[in-house]
Structures are given as structure tokens and as C-alpha cells.
């Protein structure tokens, strides 16, 4: 009997872990627009996250919907063909360690334009803390960290931009500067879910090349020198690997 219990007990616990991971994807899809939005069950788990992803979904979802809707008005009064809306936002985790639960996002926006947009973000929840924070935030500045990891950036941006573009001898390059870490996603990520180890930069279209070349993302190594930039409150949850 005491088997049975269990068994059911852990049955419906089973259950309960799937309902909540089921109520944090979300896809609506009418004549006007289709809307997705989803989020891991880490986030699902920790209630003010959860709380604040679904009001940013609420919001999101508001927005398409009177967006499109006043989109297909104009497309009728001036008997132009409406081409409905496309928004997609999907909530990943890059790592949860015990200090920081780390998150980025890969969207997705279609306006009934050419073409749609894909873009980047992230967040990361303090645990410590219970606030959301910009991984940017974690730096003594933007500007500290930039002079540090440029370097390596830039040289790793350049070879891949450079190998993307071979077949085509593009010789009319309008993205040869390397841009700042204030035009990029910062993914703070880690080889074993103690620390942070690690860094991502992702640069979306049109921010280090075009729209054809897509996405750029770089992963760096902490070292002795991005720990330096780390604030002290947080600088017990990096290492250097």
C-alpha cells in the first residue's frame, strides 16, 4: 500500500512539473496575427520570474493583436493586401548555477514587411537577491569590460565575418568596424553550473554584418582580466577558466 502511495504521489508530482512547464509555452494564431511566447521551466519555478514573463507576455501578445488589427484597417482602405503578423519570443536558459539563473531569448518579428526581424536579449535572475538583473549590470561598466574583451572580440568577429563572406568577395563592406558591447547581447554562461566561466556576445543582423550573413555570436573564456571588471558583490560567482 505504501508503494502505492508513493507511486502516486510521485505520479501527480510528475504531473504537476508538466502542467507548469506546458503553461509557460503559449501560441495564438487568428487571421490577423500567430503570437508565441515561451519560457523554461527554471523560470517557471522561481514565481516573480514567472510573474514578470507573463506580464511581459500579456503585454507582447496585446500589442500584436492591436497592431495587426490596425495593420489589416490600412491594408483594406488602401486596397492593399495584408500580410499577417509573425511574433515569436522563446525564453532559453544558458545556465543556472547557484548565485544566477541565466536566460536569452531568440525572437522573432514579422510586420508585413520584405522580411521578418530575428533578435537577441537575455536577462539573469539573482537568486541572492530575488531582482532581475542586465548582465551588463554585473560589470564595474560597459566601458571597463569592453576595453578587455575587444581585443579578442573583434579578432574572432573579423575571421568569422571573413569566412562567411569568401564565396561572395564582398568588396563593399559597410560593417567593418567592430561594434560595441553596447550593440550586443552579453550571455553570461558556464561549464558546470557552479560559476560563471564564460561569456557570449551576439551580434544580430544588420549590428556586425548584414541581414543575409544572420547572427554573430562569440564565446569567450573568463580570464584573470574579465573577472577584474566583474563588480565585488558579484565576483564570488565567476571563475576564471
Not at 522573432?108 to 539573469?124: K, M, Q, R
Not at 560563471?196 to 556586425?208: E, K, S
Not at 574579465?226 to 560567482?237: D, F, G, M, Q, S
Amino acid at each position: 500500500m505504501r508503494v502505492a502511495v508513493a507511486a502516486m504521489a510521485a505520479m501527480a508530482a510528475m504531473a504537476m512539473v508538466a502542467a507548469a512547464a506546458n503553461a509557460s509555452a503559449e501560441t495564438i494564431k487568428t487571421a490577423d496575427y500567430t503570437f508565441t511566447y515561451s519560457y523554461p521551466a527554471e523560470a517557471a519555478a522561481i514565481p516573480r520570474l514567472r510573474a514578470l514573463l507573463e506580464t511581459e507576455k500579456k503585454a507582447m501578445r496585446a500589442r500584436t493583436a492591436r497592431d495587426a488589427a490596425a495593420a489589416r484597417r490600412d491594408a483594406a482602405g488602401m486596397a492593399f493586401p495584408f500580410h499577417p503578423y509573425d511574433q515569436d519570443k522563446t525564453w532559453q536558459v544558458v545556465t543556472d548555477t547557484p548565485r544566477f539563473l541565466s536566460l536569452s531569448y531568440a525572437a522573432y518579428s514579422f510586420t508585413g514587411g520584405a522580411h521578418g526581424n530575428p533578435s537577441s536579449g537575455t536577462l539573469v535572475w539573482d537568486k541572492a537577491r530575488g531582482v532581475r538583473l542586465d548582465p551588463k549590470a554585473v560589470f564595474t561598466s560597459t566601458a571597463a569590460l569592453q576595453r578587455v574583451v575587444a581585443p579578442t572580440y573583434c579578432a574572432r568577429l573579423k575571421a568569422e565575418r571573413a569566412r562567411r563572406l569568401a564565396p561572395y568577395k564582398d568588396t563593399g563592406d559597410l560593417f567593418s568596424k567592430c561594434p560595441p558591447l553596447t550593440d550586443l547581447t552579453l550571455l553570461l554562461g558556464s561549464t558546470d553550473r557552479q560559476r560563471v566561466n564564460r561569456i557570449g556576445l551576439i551580434a544580430d543582423p544588420y549590428v556586425a554584418g548584414s541581414y543575409a550573413e544572420g547572427q554573430y555570436e562569440v564565446t569567450l573564456p573568463v580570464t584573470p582580466a574579465i573577472l577584474a571588471t566583474v563588480k565585488p558583490a558579484y565576483r564570488a560567482a565567476f571563475a576564471v577558466k
